[in-house]
């Protein structure tokens, strides 16, 4: 596609439930990298991808997190049992190479826990 | 550990007139610094980033960033702000390997006309 696209853009989940977001990467993007933006926080990294492989998963917060990318495409970032302080966007960026500074990153997934 | 300071959540600035958007910056060696902007119901973009060479560092949108090592700091500046300026930007770092970057709180830049 032209961009990194996110799904869905806002999401909102009753405290306890689990919830799936995507990001399909830039075409050819073999790096995939997932970041988390709450509010006067910044953005956190949660992992990087090359290819199918997760060989930084460091910021993935508590074991409630977990991501899966197939056939070097998309990746699926899943909250198992969400928190309220879960809430936040989540941010998905791909790259040509491993390089996340040359990275395009999508829209955003707007997570919202009730 | 690498980590980034922006001081002000917000700055406010007129139309024309030159803006800065601090950053500060803890690292152990080398700095690789970098900034972002985000405008309004749209991803991330990179605006420039300081490797090595000239402490000046032009980018993308007319902002420049000026590197100072004595100071620790990586200000982003702009000689004429204009009101599609306003957006949210933020100082990164980068952080152990090629694949993180640590970023900073953001500040929020309004220019009004």
């Known amino acids: 596609g032209a961009g990194v696209s996110q799904s869905p853009s806002n999401k909102v989940t009753e405290k306890g439930k689990d919830v799936e977001l995507r990001c399909d990467p830039i075409?050819?993007?073999?790096?995939l990298y997932w970041y988390r933006q709450s509010l006067g926080q910044g953005l956190e990294f949660l992992i990087y991808?090359?290819?199918?492989?997760?060989?930084?998963k460091s910021g993935l917060p508590s074991d409630r997190f977990s991501a899966e990318r197939t056939g070097g495409s998309v990746s699926t970032l899943t909250i198992q049992r969400t928190q309220q302080e879960d809430s936040a966007v989540y941010l998905c960026a791909s790259s040509i190479r491993d390089r996340v500074s040359e990275a395009f990153f999508g829209q955003g997934t707007r997570l919202t826990v009730v | 550990a690498q980590s980034v300071a922006q001081p002000e959540d917000q700055v406010n600035v007129a139309e024309g007139n030159p803006l800065t958007v601090k950053c500060t910056y803890s690292?152990?060696?080398?700095?690789?610094l970098f900034w972002y902007v985000q405008y309004p119901n749209r991803g991330l973009q990179f605006l420039l980033k300081y490797i090595t060479g000239d402490n000046l560092v032009k980018g993308s949108y007319g902002f420049e960033a000026e590197f100072n090592k004595s100071q620790t700091s990586f200000h982003l500046k702009k000689p004429s702000a204009l009101v599609s300026d306003s957006a949210l930007y933020f100082c990164?770092?980068?952080?152990?390997?090629?694949?993180?970057?640590?970023f900073g709180a953001g500040t929020r830049l309004a220019v009004h006309p």
């Open positions: 690292v152990s060696g080398n700095p690789y």
């Open positions: 991808f090359q290819g199918n492989s997760a060989p930084d």
């Open positions: 990164a770092v980068r952080d152990g390997g090629y694949n993180k970057l640590i």
């Open positions: 075409s050819g993007h073999t790096a």
